[in-house]
């Protein structure tokens, strides 16, 4: 049995057939695609809305006001005068009044005079004189001086009271060296005794100058 070998369609090239097939079959499959994947947009583009539960705040409820008792006012109490007391006042003396001993003559009190205070006593100034020594004591080189090679002679104006102590001691004519004559000022004022001045009999403050050497042969 022999089958009859069918013939191509005439004036039809063989690559428009295959061009035709295949865009046949791309047709279908993207048709197949489309079908497919159309349940899918769906569920894409379709969306539940999502419920959403809204509380609502209830305002708090203001307090009722509380009711103001009634306040009753009390009378005033009258205040009850108060007698302040006048001071004791000093009993003034009797006014005397002289009956005239003679006509158109009236007697004066008699005027008490206030003794009279007695002036301050004047104190004199202290003489100068030269006063004998009790007591003189040398007063110790001082070291400084020693090193310096410094020697000199200070005079002194020294005030004396009544029993003969120094008072007051002034450097009158310097020795030359600061030292030398704060030495000397100082041995006076704190050692030195002298016979005291006198005058109509007593006793008396008298200025005197003393002079005082430091020697370094005497050490």
């Not at 191509?8 to 994947?37: F, K």
């Not at 569920?43 to 509380?55: G, L, N, R, S, Y």
């Not at 090193?147 to 000199?152: A, F, H, I, K, S």
């Not at 001691?169 to 001045?197: C, I, M, N, T, Y």
Request: proline fraction near 14%.
């Amino acid at each position: 049995m022999s089958f009859a070998r069918p013939q191509a369609l005439s004036g039809i090239h063989p690559d428009a057939v295959r061009i035709a097939a295949m865009s046949a079959a791309i047709a279908l499959n993207a048709a197949a695609l489309i079908a497919v994947m159309r349940p899918m947009m769906a569920e894409i583009v379709t969306f539940k809305p999502i419920a959403q539960t809204i509380t609502l705040i209830d305002h708090p409820t203001p307090p009722k006001p509380v009711p103001v008792p009634d306040i009753k006012l009390q009378p005033l109490i009258k205040a009850t005068p108060v007698t302040v007391p006048k001071p004791h006042e000093a009993p003034q003396p009797p006014v005397v009044i002289s009956t005239p001993t003679d006509e158109g003559s009236i007697q004066a009190p008699p005027v008490t005079q206030a003794p009279a205070t007695p002036a301050p006593a004047v104190e004199a100034a202290p003489v100068e004189t030269t006063l004998a020594y009790v007591a003189a004591p040398a007063p110790k080189y001082p070291t400084q001086a020693i090193r310096g090679r410094m020697q000199g002679t200070v005079t002194l104006r020294v005030l004396v009271d009544e029993s003969g102590k120094p008072l007051d001691v002034v450097v009158e004519s310097s020795s030359g060296h600061q030292v030398l004559d704060d030495a000397a000022r100082k041995q006076v004022l704190s050692s030195w005794r002298f016979q005291p001045a006198v005058q109509n009999g007593q006793h008396v403050k008298a200025w005197a100058r003393i002079p005082v050497t430091f020697d370094l042969r005497s050490l």
